[in-house]
């Protein structure tokens, strides 16, 4: 077994080594838990989630999708692009739904999943802000889904 840790093997690398990973590997990987992150490696792990997200195929990306047990996620959608951080929904309205999302870890299939029409999160990056699907549209999913 590698004796590495996982920070030191973060630290040292350099922006020229990141690279798109495959993300498609088996389930463990992602039912595996995560653990709060640092500034300083959210910004080492956000562009490689970014250079691994194909836009054409998604929104967003867990670095626990990846094999980094973190919890940093990187979000592009409708034109904007979100990084997570440590982020806690803190507040739901009792208007759940079920929605048939997929998940770029899992390619071709849906999963029902309850979700929430209104949400509050409390992030390292953005702080305290609520989401809304009558007015920030699929954002509100994509964000219960990388949290999760």
Same mark, same amino acid.
């Not at 959210?42 to 919890?71: F, M, N, R």
């Not at 940093?72 to 440590?86: D, H, P, Q, S, T």
């Not at 071709?108 to 999943?113: E, S």
């Given at each position: 077994?590698?004796?590495?840790?996982?920070?030191?093997?973060?630290?040292?690398?350099?922006?020229?080594?990141?690279?798109?990973?495959?993300? %498609?590997?088996?389930?463990?990987?992602?039912?595996?838990?995560? %653990?709060?992150?640092?500034?300083?490696?959210?910004?080492?792990?956000?562009?490689?989630?970014?250079?691994?997200?194909?836009?054409?195929?998604?929104?967003?990306?867990?670095?626990?999708?990846?094999?980094?047990?973190?919890?940093?996620?990187?979000?592009?959608?409708?034109?904007?692009?979100?990084?997570?951080? /440590?982020?806690?929904?803190?507040?739901?309205?009792?208007?759940?739904?079920?929605?048939?999302?997929?998940?770029?870890?899992?390619?071709?299939?849906?999963?029902?999943?309850?979700?929430?029409? /209104?949400?509050?999160?409390?992030?390292?990056?953005?702080?305290?802000?609520?989401?809304?699907?009558?007015?920030?549209?699929?954002?509100? %999913?994509?964000?219960?889904?990388?949290?999760?």
């Amino acid at each position: 077994m590698d004796s590495i840790s996982f920070k030191d093997k973060l630290n040292a690398l350099e922006p020229a080594e990141l690279k798109p990973v495959d993300i %498609t590997r088996s389930l463990d990987i992602i039912q595996q838990p995560s %653990t709060d992150a640092t500034m300083d490696e959210a910004e080492k792990i956000w562009p490689i989630l970014e250079q691994t997200l194909d836009p054409s195929v998604g929104y967003g990306l867990a670095a626990c999708q990846i094999g980094i047990h973190k919890k940093v996620a990187f979000i592009k959608y409708n034109g904007k692009e979100y990084r997570l951080l /440590n982020t806690r929904i803190v507040d739901k309205n009792n208007e759940g739904f079920m929605y048939g999302e997929g998940c770029l870890s899992i390619p071709g299939k849906t999963v029902k999943t309850e979700r929430y029409r /209104n949400i509050v999160i409390e992030d390292d990056v953005l702080g305290r802000v609520a989401f809304d699907e009558s007015t920030d549209g699929l954002l509100c %999913t994509i964000i219960q889904h990388e949290v999760d």
